[in-house]
């Protein structure tokens, strides 16, 4: 049968027998034949697929995603085919392997830090003034305001050019693009301090810190990561674009700092911008960030009972611009006041009630249930 399938002529043949002969001794004949005429309409690229794709699917398919999946992002919570679909996909025990090394993450925070070593030879009191005003600008606005407040909860809304542009200041803060942020912010409140949790204390105070950012979180499809935990962005051109962006974006900002301060006086001062109003400045927005993982869920007092261990601590929410009121948001998370005290001061949520002041912000969500509005 071999030899007579590696003829045209004879393949004719076979397929004249096939189709006159009924009895069984031809049946294996017959159905040679049948898959002999399905294979000649394939073309080789079709063939070529069917060998890539011939596994067979090992679960049900991801489920589009629903506006009920939305709100129940934006409230802390996730959508059961998320939940399923990554499920083991984050928190210490799932993630810390050799292949799942974050190279791009490791290696931009081992620079930024590097670079941060230099500060005590290249201090002056302008860089120190530019450490504080970016500090707030890239922390305050881009991060704390902007990738949390904003794109992750929607605790306010306002124009897309206004969004966009509190995102690419973002960016800035060196902290990674909007997408990833977001997607592991909201993935660290659907399991905080429970299996999963991206960066739980549970699994260690500088896992929570810092360690956990050399491992990539999500799996290996990053956007498929992205498409579950942050779908409302993910439609935005601009968000996806912010992707590719980041390291120009922040190139491009360091060599304008350093343009600037060559501008200002010279050399030395062109390079003590560069060294505190890059690499200090990011330094000191990365670890007041990753406080609010780490401290505040280790220490503090709570206003709340929630499910996880976070806490009110009052040195983070000052170095973060209220952020540090951690308690009080795991409660209410898409609330944009985390303070709920009277001594609890949030600096971020009277930056809001500025943009609201000036139409560039409504629908400000300052109040804790639907029940508070009646």
């Not at 170095?319 to 308690?327: A, L, P, Q, S, V």
Request: charge should be positive; proline fraction near 4%.
């Amino acid at each position: 049968m071999v030899g007579l399938a590696n003829s045209r002529f004879n393949l004719d043949v076979l397929i004249a027998i096939g189709n006159n002969d009924t009895g069984p001794r031809y049946e294996t004949l017959a159905r040679l034949v049948t898959l002999v005429q399905e294979n000649r309409k394939m073309t080789k690229k079709n063939r070529r697929s069917l060998r890539r794709h011939y596994r067979q699917a090992v679960g049900p398919a991801l489920k589009p995603v629903s506006d009920q999946d939305v709100s129940e992002l934006l409230s802390g919570g996730s959508p059961s085919e998320a939940s399923k679909s990554l499920r083991w996909t984050s928190g210490r025990p799932h993630t810390v392997r050799s292949n799942n090394i974050n190279w791009e993450a490791a290696i931009w925070l081992t620079v930024v830090h590097l670079g941060a070593v230099f500060a005590p030879w290249t201090f002056t009191w302008s860089a120190l003034v530019l450490v504080i005003v970016l500090h707030w600008l890239c922390g305050g606005v881009g991060i704390c305001l902007g990738f949390h407040r904003l794109l992750t909860h929607a605790s306010f809304h306002t124009q897309k050019w206004t969004q966009r542009a509190i995102a690419t200041i973002g960016c800035l803060a060196g902290e990674g693009p909007p997408l990833q942020w977001v997607a592991n912010h909201r993935l660290h409140h659907a399991r905080s301090d429970q299996e999963g949790d991206p960066h739980s204390p549970h699994d260690g105070g500088w896992w929570s810190h810092v360690f956990w950012l050399a491992y990539r979180v999500g799996g290996k499809d990053s956007n498929e990561f992205y498409r579950k935990w942050a779908p409302d962005l993910y439609q935005d051109w601009y968000m996806r674009a912010l992707n590719y962006l980041f390291l120009p974006l922040n190139v491009a900002v360091s060599a304008v700092i350093m343009a600037l301060g060559y501008a200002w006086g010279g050399w030395p001062i062109a390079i003590s911008w560069l060294v505190w109003g890059v690499a200090v400045r990011m330094v000191f927005v990365l670890h007041s960030t990753w406080l609010v993982n780490s401290a505040s869920h280790m220490w503090g007092y709570r206003n709340y009972q929630t499910r996880d261990d976070s806490r009110n601590n009052w040195w983070v929410a000052l170095i973060t611009y209220g952020e540090g009121w951690h308690n009080n948001h795991h409660a209410h998370p898409r609330m944009a006041k985390h303070g709920h005290k009277w001594w609890e001061f949030d600096v971020t949520f009277l930056t809001i009630r500025l943009m609201r002041f000036v139409k560039l912000a409504w629908d400000v969500v300052d109040y804790r249930s639907k029940a508070d509005l009646k």
